[in-house]
């Protein structure tokens, strides 16, 4: 970029302190023509745990006025939904077929459509007012809570059922 006449810097950021639901980290660089003045790198808005952060030269100080935005904060007000797990390679069970049956009248079960490009409605209502300031702010200016576009794409059966068969509780992976 200097040989075409700019100046440049970068930096990398914590998504997280930006008021993200993400820990990721982003290599971030800005560039301006020669004589024009570079901005300043953005200061963190959200507190994240510590060794999350990241120690950019740019920052001028140590603490934020937010603390982090959880996954909670920014998805607790849309409609829930489970794939139907397909039980190709793991056998259902009594159990499984009991479980299913107590979440069905709290959430909305799927199953795998083959030929179907997505799961989920076009154009919907939230299923409460914001319960989190990040929600608030996500729907300023939204007209009668109207949630628009809250798909995802359909996965195959394979990963449908990987996905099912990770246990429902705290702190669960696959």
Known sequence: MTSLGYQAQYTTLQCAEYGTPQSRRR??????????????FPQPENVVEPGASTSSW???RRSAPHLVVSVGDAISDLPAFEWIN?????AETQQDRSDRAARRHKICQVEVERG???????????TSKPL????????AGVPKDDLLNHVTIRFNLETVERVCSIPIIPAADH
């Not at 179907?116 to 939230?126: L, T």
């Open 58 to 60: 740019h920052k001028t």
């Open 132 to 139: 989190s300031e990040f929600q608030r702010k996500v729907r």
């Open 27 to 40: 290599v971030i660089f800005w560039a301006s023509k020669l004589g024009f003045p570079l901005p300043s």
């Open 86 to 90: 397909p039980h190709l390679v793991i």
């Open 116 to 126: 179907a490009h997505s799961v989920g409605e076009n154009h919907q209502s939230y």
